[in-house]
T-cell receptor, first 113, second 111 residues
Framework: GAGVSQSPRYKVAKRGQDVALRCDPI?????LFWYQQALGQGPEFLTY????????KSGLPSDRFFAERPEGSVSTLKIQRTQQEDSAVYLC???????????FGPGTRLTVT | QKEVEQDPGPLSVPEGAIVSLNCTYS??????FMWYRQYSRKGPELLMY????GNKEDGRFTAQVDKSSKYISLFIRDSQPSDSATYLC???????????FGAGTRLFVKA
């Protein structure tokens, strides 16, 4: 069946631009996670949704980062006024209520120039 | 000090070798322990999941958790070139949503 999809796969932004990254979770998965993965590092938790409710946003690095999931399915991660340190792969994962089994998308590689 | 420590490698072994991958952690509240495999330019995929202490086996893979030592391991038997990837340990606390990952160990299995 269809897995988690993310778009775009690659994004190049000039410093100061706003970007929006999209995640389509597996159908029926109520839990959705966003992670940031820097080169050579493991994924770092950004935020968690259960359906449309954002239950944990403690990992968002600054108020320039904003995530939403208005109808409890598709989610968007928005980064305002991008900085070079935002360059990373942004991963989305979804799961059934058992949060331990997370299914990851391929990620969006963001490069800020 | 990071909550989860993992040697980044790289680790290079010949085909057929037994591979041992390890992580240590500092927070005794972690109860759920996972191992993910990540190929280049792909998202991580779950290999093994263990709750609390003990061993779990699945085919060529064995996961071990020693909570008294705050140490987890993944063993790969009869390693294959297709096992060449980055292996990430991950863990969560009971009732928590935040999954903490190690930095990943790069494994190369030579034919």
């Amino acid at each position: 069946g269809a897995g988690v999809s993310q778009s775009p796969r690659y994004k190049v932004a000039k410093r100061g631009q706003d970007v929006a990254l999209r995640c389509d979770p597996i159908s029926g998965h109520v839990s959705l996670f966003w992670y940031q993965q820097a080169l050579g590092q493991g994924p770092e938790f950004l935020t968690y949704f259960q359906n449309e409710a954002q239950l944990d946003k403690s990992g968002l690095p600054s108020d320039r980062f904003f995530a939403e999931r208005p109808e409890g399915s598709v989610s968007t991660l928005k980064i305002q006024r991008t900085q070079q340190e935002d360059s990373a792969v942004y991963l989305c994962a979804s799961s059934l209520p058992r949060r331990d089994e997370q299914y990851f998308g391929p990620g969006t590689r963001l490069t800020v120039t | 000090q990071k909550e989860v420590e993992q040697d980044p490698g790289p680790l290079s072994v010949p085909e057929g070798a037994i591979v041992s991958l390890n992580c240590t952690y500092s927070n005794s509240a972690f109860q759920y322990f996972m191992w993910y495999r990540q190929y280049s330019r792909k998202g991580p995929e779950l290999l093994m999941y263990t709750y609390s202490s003990g061993n779990k086996e699945d085919g060529r893979f064995t996961a071990q958790v020693d909570k008294s030592s705050k140490y987890i391991s993944l063993f790969i038997r009869d390693s294959q070139p297709s096992d060449s990837a980055t292996y990430l340990c991950a863990m969560t606390k009971t009732g928590g949503f935040k999954t903490i990952f190690g930095a990943g160990t790069r494994l190369f299995v030579k034919a």
